[in-house]
């Protein structure tokens, strides 16, 4: 308890209980000199805060530590400490960035709201990007299952286009079946008219989340901030080939033997093997027979 609340605590006691000011501070075991004590404003003190103010009106951006940095590079003798308690006393704060959105998304479409239910519920897939130590760029697809956390793809490539990712998607349609919904940012591949189309003719709801907002695609976060710390932060990637093999063994690592702490310290392969079998096909396959399935999910090329 600080000492200006001690002070108002042993005021409160004396007026409640009626009790001097020596048996009141004896039984909250605060020094009298203390409960006397009544702080003095230092003499430059109004100077500092009209300062403060002037530097805050012309660096709108910058919080107190900056402040303070400046103000002590003015020759103001202040501390941190004493900015900040300046900076609580004035109601300051840095304001939150305001950027333009393109609204192409929809907030509903977050994690938080449309939740998975079961296996094959709803999937997440983003990108993640690293280097060779050549300097080349390389890029990852993660897609993810949200109810048993799953890393069902990792493919990396020098570059993904939409039609790689639909190929992904249809090797995993072909062994796993079909989810419910997708869920995705707003970036150009999972935009693309060609996917959108595609995921319209298997059933496949797109739920694309708020420019913007990535915690609304929590799940792919998520993984990928493991992806980063376990994978990507300490691997070296000689070549494309190198970082294929060594993304295949750390999914299999992640899936059959990393203990998911948010699936109470099993694997995802054993928290997905005790769910209950995946949900039906959706509505738009259950009218088509297996070939035709397999003519959506693999569509053959027109003849030239």
């Given amino acids: 308890m600080s000492p200006s609340r001690k002070r108002a605590v042993v005021r409160g006691l004396q007026a409640q209980f009626t009790v001097s000011e ?22 430059d003190e109004p100077a500092v805060v009209k300062r403060m103010l002037e530097l805050v009106r012309e660096r709108p951006r910058f919080g107190y530590r900056r402040i303070g940095r400046l103000l002590a590079a003015e020759g103001w003798r202040v501390g941190l400490s004493r900015v900040f308690r300046l900076w609580r006393r004035e109601g300051l704060k840095v304001p939150q ?64 286009t939409s039609e790689d990712v639909i190929d992904t998607l ?21 935009v693309a008219q060609a996917i959108r189309r595609w995921l319209s003719q298997v059933g496949v709801e797109a739920l694309y989340i708020e420019p913007g907002s990535p915690w609304e695609n ?9 992806l980063r710390d376990e994978f990507l932060a300490i691997e070296v990637f000689e070549s494309l080939t190198a970082a294929r093999q060594l993304t295949a063994a750390w999914k299999d690592d992640y899936n059959n033997h990393r203990p998911h702490s948010s699936l109470g310290y ?39």
């Fill in 218 to 226: 929590g799940y792919a976060e998520s993984f990928h901030s493991r």
């Fill in 266 to 304: 099993v694997t995802p392969a054993q928290y997905a093997a005790a769910c209950a079998t995946s949900a039906p096909a959706a509505p738009a396959l259950q009218q088509h027979t297996r070939r035709d399935e397999e003519d959506v999910l693999f569509p053959q090329p027109v003849p030239s």
């Fill in 170 to 190: 249809a090797e995993l349609f072909a062994m796993r079946g079909v989810p419910r919904h997708i869920r995705s940012d707003n970036g150009p591949e999972f």
């Fill in 22 to 43: 020596r048996r009141a501070c004896k039984a909250l075991d605060q020094p009298r000199s203390s409960q006397r004590y009544e702080p003095q404003p230092r003499s």
């Fill in 97 to 160: 960035k305001k950027r333009k959105r393109r609204r192409l998304g929809s907030s509903a479409n977050g994690c938080d709201r449309r939740r998975a239910e079961h296996k094959d519920h709803v999937w997440c897939w983003d990108f993640v990007f690293d280097r060779t130590t050549s300097g080349t760029t390389l890029k990852w697809l993660s897609i993810v299952d949200e109810h048993t956390r799953e890393c069902l793809a990792l493919k990396v490539a020098r570059s993904i």
